[in-house]
């Protein structure tokens, strides 16, 4: 399991495929919506290391040199270790034949090639979610890093979100009457981000950040915020704003990182 500098827990997803390029849009779709992602290219090295460092879920390919991804699922089923981890077949190959081949050797779903980001991240949670907090289990705890819960922001019911917003008018109401409690503000923000009304959440951060400057979470939350809305100038700006004051923060070292390299 990866741990957040701030000692959250973010769901790892382990990808299985020769292709840098389907490496690079997979990493790139499932970080910016709140996981971590190891890559492999070799399939010999995968195998040992995922059954050391068990994931949250692998991502399969099928053709693969020197042993294929039924061989490769085949291993990793027999390992105790990853008896629980759920294993997608993701593959070019779209026929009903290798669909039950794959559930023969254990894999418990089976995406083809090429993928929507949509698709990709709805049929991961779908898998993920019977291990994960749900939705209506989130309390709105001021300390909370937006990207440790990326993923339930995806899945919220109508009900859930509206249950989000009806909270957020709440709390709307007492800062109304306390106008300087950032606690107060973070927890909107937390119910908005949910809510997926990210620009309001980004509003709402900015005026946090003025009323608790010291305070690098609510920064780093607004950092998040800005790359979910695309504006990744902002993001680094933040990150950098970060690091000048918490230089060992892995976190916005990454991020600050990926974002330069785009």
């Known amino acids: 399991?990866?741990?957040?500098?701030?000692?959250?827990?973010?769901p790892v997803i382990a990808c299985i495929d020769d292709s840098h390029t389907?490496?690079?849009?997979?990493?790139?779709?499932?970080?910016?919506?709140?996981?971590?992602?190891?890559?492999?290219?070799?399939?010999?090295?995968?195998?040992?290391s995922l059954i050391a460092h068990p994931p949250h879920l692998i991502l399969?390919?099928?053709?693969?040199?020197?042993?294929?991804?039924?061989?490769?699922?085949r291993q990793l089923r027999r390992s105790p270790q990853l008896e629980g981890v759920p294993i997608v077949m993701l593959t070019a190959k779209d026929d009903p034949v290798h669909r039950i081949r794959a559930r023969g050797v254990g894999a418990?779903?089976?995406?083809?090639?090429?993928?929507?980001?949509?698709?990709?991240?709805?049929?991961?949670?779908?898998?993920?979610?019977?291990?994960?907090?749900?939705?209506?289990?989130?309390?709105?705890q001021e300390g909370t890093l937006l990207w440790s819960i990326a993923h339930l922001r995806l899945i919220l019911s109508p009900e859930?979100?509206?249950?989000?917003?009806?909270?957020?008018?709440k709390l709307k109401q007492a800062i109304a009457k306390s106008p300087n409690n950032p606690k107060l503000y973070a927890k909107l923000a937390l119910g908005l981000y949910l809510a997926n009304q990210l620009a309001a959440a980004r509003e709402v951060l900015q005026t946090l950040v003025s009323l608790a400057p010291a305070e690098l979470n609510y920064r780093r939350n607004l950092a998040w915020l800005e790359e979910q809305l695309g504006n990744s100038k902002g993001a680094i700006a933040h990150y950098q704003y970060i690091l000048q004051h918490d230089p060992q923060d892995q976190r916005s070292q990454a991020r600050l990182a990926f974002l330069q390299g785009l």
């Open 1 to 10: 399991m990866t741990q957040t500098p701030a000692g959250t827990t973010r």
């Open 22 to 48: 389907v490496q690079r849009q997979v990493s790139l779709i499932l970080q910016r919506s709140g996981y971590d992602v190891l890559t492999f290219v070799d399939a010999t090295t995968a195998v040992p």
């Open 60 to 73: 399969l390919d099928l053709n693969l040199p020197g042993m294929d991804g039924y061989e490769i699922c």
């Open 108 to 140: 418990v779903d089976y995406i083809t090639k090429p993928v929507t980001p949509q698709e990709l991240l709805k049929r991961i949670q779908k898998l993920l979610n019977a291990g994960m907090p749900t939705p209506a289990a989130v309390t709105l």
């Open 160 to 169: 859930q979100r509206q249950k989000l917003v009806q909270a957020s008018e």
